[in-house]
Nanobody, 123 residues
Framework: VQLQASGGGLVPAGGSLRLSCANS????????MGWFRQAPGKEREFVAT????????YYADSVKGRFTISRDNAKNTVYLQMNSLKPEDTAVYYC?????????????????WGQGTQVTVSS
């Protein structure tokens, strides 16, 4: 599994971005996938997760109702649609693939990590 995150950028508060995470070395699309973020001086935190079928999704309370995680297994890609962005959403966003097919909020359950993409929301 080799993950490539993209789609970050600078956006004003209230704006939207869609992050993509492509698995460029397909071995299996049966991984649970997650998005995490890390702001400067802060711990990495969970954002959203989806199981391999796409039927189960979970979100951090801070993004619930604003962010949507989805996946297209035919394209080996996971997405994070981010709407109504706030300055506190500013962070480097990382996608990750779990060894299991389940969704998980626990970062320790993820084996493979992408390089991160910067999201900056201006006030």
């Amino acid at each position: 599994v080799q993950l490539q995150a993209s789609g970050g950028g600078l956006v004003p508060a209230g704006g939207s971005l869609r992050l993509s995470c492509a698995n460029s070395r397909r071995t299996s699309s049966n991984n649970g996938m997650g998005w995490f973020r890390q702001a400067p001086g802060k711990e990495r935190e969970f954002v959203a997760t989806i199981n391999w079928r796409g039927a189960d999704t979970y979100y951090a309370d801070s993004v619930k109702g604003r962010f949507t995680i989805s996946r297209d297994n035919a394209k080996n890609t996971v997405y994070l649609q981010m709407n109504s962005l706030k300055p506190e959403d500013t962070a480097v966003y990382y996608c990750a693939a779990a060894l299991s097919s389940s969704a998980s909020t626990d970062a320790t359950r993820y084996r493979y990590w992408g390089q991160g993409t910067q999201v900056t929301v201006s006030s």
